[in-house]
C-alpha cells in the first residue's frame, strides 16, 4: 500500500471514527435525559405513593352510594309489601335487620377501602424504589434505607417476592415463618 493510499485510508478511518463519536455523545446525551426524566418521574412516584385524596374520596362515595342504593331498594320493598297487603306485621323488625346489617357491611366497605388504599400506596413506594433502583444500579433494600423507608415495608416486600416467608414485623428484623408449597 502506497503512502497515498495509507493517508486516505487514514484519514477515512479518523472521518468514521469522529462520525461515530458524535453519535455516542448524542446516544450519551439523550440516555442522560430520558434518565433524568425517568427519575424524576419515580421520585414524584415516591413521593406520592397510592391513590390521590380526590381518588379515595370518588372511590370511598362510589362505594358507599352502591351499598346505600341497595338497602334502601330493600327497605322500600318491605314498605311497599307492607303497604301492598295492609299488614305490617314485622316490618319494623325487618328495617331494624336491615339497618343493623347496613351499618355493618359499611364498616366492612370502610375497612375493606382502607385496606386498598393502604396496599395500593405501598405498591406505589416499592415500584418506585424498583425503578430507581433499576435506573442506578442500586440494591432496591438500600435505596429505601437511604430515603427513609422503614425496613418492615422493605423486609414485606421481599419476603412477597419470595412467595415463602410471612413475615409479623416485630422487632427489629421482624418475626418470620417460611412455608415450602
Do not use: C, H, W
Not at 430507581?132 to 418492615?152: C, E, F, K, M
Amino acid at each position: 500500500m502506497g503512502r497515498g493510499a495509507q493517508a486516505q485510508t487514514q484519514q477515512l478511518i479518523d472521518q468514521q471514527l469522529t462520525s461515530q463519536n458524535g453519535m455516542n455523545q448524542q446516544l450519551y446525551n439523550s440516555s442522560q435525559s430520558l434518565g433524568s426524566s425517568a427519575a424524576g418521574g419515580y421520585q414524584n412516584f415516591l413521593a406520592n405513593p397510592g391513590y390521590t385524596p380526590a381518588e379515595q374520596s370518588a372511590i370511598t362515595n362510589l362505594s358507599g352510594g352502591a351499598l346505600a342504593s341497595s338497602f334502601d331498594a330493600l327497605a322500600q320493598n318491605a314498605a311497599n309489601r307492607a303497604a301492598r297487603t295492609r299488614n305490617s306485621a314485622g316490618y319494623g323488625e325487618l328495617i331494624d335487620s336491615l339497618a343493623r346489617t347496613r351499618g355493618q357491611d359499611q364498616a366492612n366497605l370502610a375497612q375493606g377501602n382502607q385496606i386498598a388504599f393502604a396496599n395500593a400506596a405501598r405498591s406505589g413506594t416499592l415500584s418506585a424504589l424498583g425503578g430507581l433502583s433499576g435506573l442506578y444500579g442500586t440494591d432496591a433494600n438500600l435505596l429505601g434505607r437511604a430515603i427513609g423507608v422503614p425496613a418492615q415495608l422493605l423486609s414485606a416486600s421481599a419476603s412477597n417476592a419470595q412467595g415463602s416467608n410471612f413475615n409479623l414485623g416485630f422487632g427489629p428484623g421482624g418475626l418470620s415463618f417460611g412455608f415450602k408449597g
